[in-house]
């Protein structure tokens, strides 16, 4: 059965003027109508048959106060049949309550006024930050380029450190220097780092991590090893490496670095730079860390694309390729951090600053306001453009005609394009 619009507006007002919060019913609201009594006007008294209902109400409401609403009067909707001859015409009268809405204590929002200092509202400020490369000056006297490098350089390596030590990452437990087996001979070991890193490009730590283990336990035994490798059909050495990116490829690659190593190294993996990038599928990043893995040796910095998207996003150079971002490193950055910055930069971009979705709000360098690249917030971006769009004349014919519109791009606000003054304090 609906509910008429008289008994709605009618309960509304009687939750209002009614003390007690217990739950209202239609035989409750019928009790509290036929017990109530409203003080009379001069229009009751005269009668109300030839007269608007509003008035009574409107007289009998003013008497009461309602705290933090207000009382508008309306003249009901016309019913259905009231035009139709034999029925008497009614006029009814409708009260509406609106009643301010309170915001519920669960939602915490803090609404800053223009002209109201936002840190005084308890909403921090963003800081901002600049880039500050390395930079390059000749010395007058010998006439010497020398590399001078990023002025916080230091504080940002540190706070890096400090974050990683308090989030564990794949590269920490999967990485490719822990792929070699510790139980094989030394030799054996060089070559399985060797495959580990061919593996490793375009494929998650993970997944090269269970990939080396199906090569160490389902080749035959002693598993993983140069002659397994020379031995094992193309076919069968795909189908285990199957999950890595471009499998088909390494398979080809894997397969001809194995005979060049059985015909020109003797067995074993070469020990220099140049040895290892002649061997196919082999490049600088991994020659360098095979280099310092393998053999201990730290000739130069390995750089993956976490190094390369990284070192950019805090200002340290502007460089398109790894191999740039090797040589602007190598520059300036202390020997003794070469071999460590790999993996240091690594947990980090697979942890915290993430190629994707990254969130600068959990991350210490953007709350310090060492990284530039950090975000800060979401801006709109209206980019005008002129579209040419077919329109019919009047005599019918389709003219071309040029229509200025207006794109509106939601864009990442960095820390590094903060003004001046909202970054003060």
């Known amino acids: 059965m609906r509910t008429s619009r008289i008994a709605r507006e009618t309960a509304k007002v009687t939750k209002l003027l009614s003390p007690s ?22 229009e009751t008294e005269n009668g109300l048959e030839n007269r608007d209902d509003t ?20 003249s009901s909707k016309r019913k259905r049949g009231e035009d139709k001859p034999g029925t008497q015409p009614s006029t009814r009268a409708v009260t509406t309550v609106s009643v301010k809405t309170r915001k519920s204590p669960r939602k915490k929002t803090t609404k800053v006024e223009e002209n109201v200092d936002i840190e005084e509202a308890g909403i921090p400020r ?37 974050m990683r030590k308090l989030v564990l990452a794949p590269v920490d437990t999967m990485g490719c220097e822990r792929a070699g087996d510790q139980a094989r001979s030394p030799k054996d070991g ?30 035959p035994p002693p598993g993983l090893t140069l002659s397994n490798i020379l031995d094992v059909e193309p076919s069968r050495l795909n189908e285990l490496i199957y999950a890595c990116g471009f499998h088909n490829n390494k398979t080809r690659y894997i397969k001809a670095a194995a005979e060049i190593l059985r015909d020109k190294f003797d067995g074993d993996i070469p020990d220099t730079i140049e040895g290892l990038t002649s061997l196919p599928g082999v490049g600088p990043k991994m020659a360098y860390l095979c280099m310092s893995s ?19 996003l805090w200002g340290w150079h502007k460089t398109k390729t790894p191999e740039e971002t090797r040589a602007a490193l190598e ?22 600053c993430t190629p994707v979705g990254r969130d600068c709000s959990t991350c210490a360098l953007s709350e310090k306001g060492l990284c530039p690249s ?24 389709v003219v071309k005609k040029e229509i200025d519109r207006e794109i509106v791009k939601e864009e990442e606000v960095l820390a590094e394009d903060i003004t001046s003054t909202a970054s003060a304090s």
């Open 331 to 352: 520059a300036w950055l202390p020997k003794e951090k070469w071999h460590e910055i790999n993996h240091l930069l690594v947990g980090f971009g697979q942890t915290i």
């Open 21 to 42: 919060r217990k739950r209202q019913t239609r035989s409750s609201l019928a009790s509290y109508s036929a017990s109530a009594k409203l003080p009379a006007s001069p």
């Open 374 to 397: 950090a975000v800060v917030g979401k801006g709109k971006k209206v980019k005008r453009v002129k579209k040419e769009e077919g329109l019919v004349n009047d005599n019918g014919r």
């Open 126 to 162: 963003p800081k901002k930050a600049r880039r500050q490369p390395s930079k390059q000056q000749v010395d007058p006297s010998t006439g010497d380029v020398v590399i001078h490098p990023p002025p916080n350089w230091e504080e940002v390596y540190t706070t890096t450190q400090e």
């Open 55 to 74: 008035s009574s109400i409107s007289s009998a409401l003013s008497d009461y106060s309602i705290d933090d609403s207000q009382v508008q009067l309306r």
């Open 190 to 219: 060089r070559f399985q780092t060797l495959v580990a890193l061919m593996l490793s490009s375009q494929t998650k730590d993970t997944t090269n991590a269970l990939t080396m283990e199906r090569l160490r336990t389902e080749l």
């Open 294 to 312: 393998a053999w201990g040796r730290t000739l130069g910095i390995g750089v993956d694309v976490h190094v390369h998207r990284i070192t950019n």
